[in-house]
């Protein structure tokens, strides 16, 4: 069974830096693409970037480029998110996803909360 | 970045009837298009990959149409379980940008 589980999240101050993991269980990772979506409360999904099977090729949205990073680590099958100068419009449910005819498995999602 | 415009943004329909979502492109994104059901609390779950092919456990009564900039989900005999928001998204090129969503609702 296909299981990815991210983990990290919570509270975090303005300005603040915070990094994400998503461990992948079920499938043979290295195999994949990987990818992450955000979704801040009540609103609709963000595609936030993408990382290849051997990290040579990370794509991003452009106005996040600059804050966050996107790597993985193939002998520990996780994936991650590194966030920097956050700010409250960061503020959401962050998802990791594989990537396969779009996004064909989904993480439960964890809460980033950017707050005082 | 590709502009994805997804109609309605709300739709309420009665059990057994068919509803149809769109979504336009803001270019040819030939047919590299996925939609997405989301229940309330959970994860996105995908649909339907490359315009019309059903996900694996998909039921039968979704089904995807398109090409070009023009694409739309169809949902045959609404069921209660349908009530969901639903977002489109291409994967022609990087950004893959999601429509805004459609929010679901049975009358």
């Known amino acids: 069974e296909v299981k990815l589980v991210e983990s990290g999240g919570g509270l975090v101050q303005p300005g603040r830096s915070l990094k994400l993991s998503c461990a992948a269980s079920?499938?043979?990772?290295?195999?994949?693409?990987m990818g992450w979506v955000r979704q801040a409360p009540g609103k609709g999904l963000e595609w936030i970037g993408e990382i290849n099977q051997d990290s040579s090729t990370i794509n991003y949205t452009p106005s996040l480029k600059d804050k966050f990073t996107i790597s993985r680590d193939n002998a520990q099958n996780t994936l991650y998110l590194q966030m920097s100068k956050l700010g409250s419009e960061d503020t959401a449910i962050y998802y990791c996803?594989?990537?396969?005819?779009?996004?064909?498995?989904w993480g439960q999602g964890v809460m980033v909360t950017v707050s005082s | 970045d590709i502009q994805m415009t997804q109609s309605p943004a709300s739709l309420s329909a009665s059990l057994g009837e068919t509803v149809t979502i769109e979504c336009l492109a803001s270019e040819d994104i030939y047919s590299n298009l996925g939609w997405y059901q989301q229940k309330p609390g959970k994860s996105p779950q995908l649909l339907i990959y490359?315009?019309?092919s059903l996900n694996d456990g998909v039921p039968s009564r979704f089904s995807g149409s398109g090409s070009g900039t023009q694409y739309s989900l169809k949902i045959n005999s609404l069921q209660s379980e349908d009530v969901s928001i639903y977002f489109c998204?291409?994967?022609?090129?990087?950004?893959?940008?999601f429509g805004s969503g459609t929010k679901l609702e049975i009358k």
């Open positions: 490359y315009a019309n």
């Open positions: 998204q291409q994967n022609y090129d990087s950004p893959f940008t």
């Open positions: 079920g499938f043979s990772f290295n195999d994949y693409w």
């Open positions: 996803a594989r990537t396969y005819n779009n996004f064909d498995y």
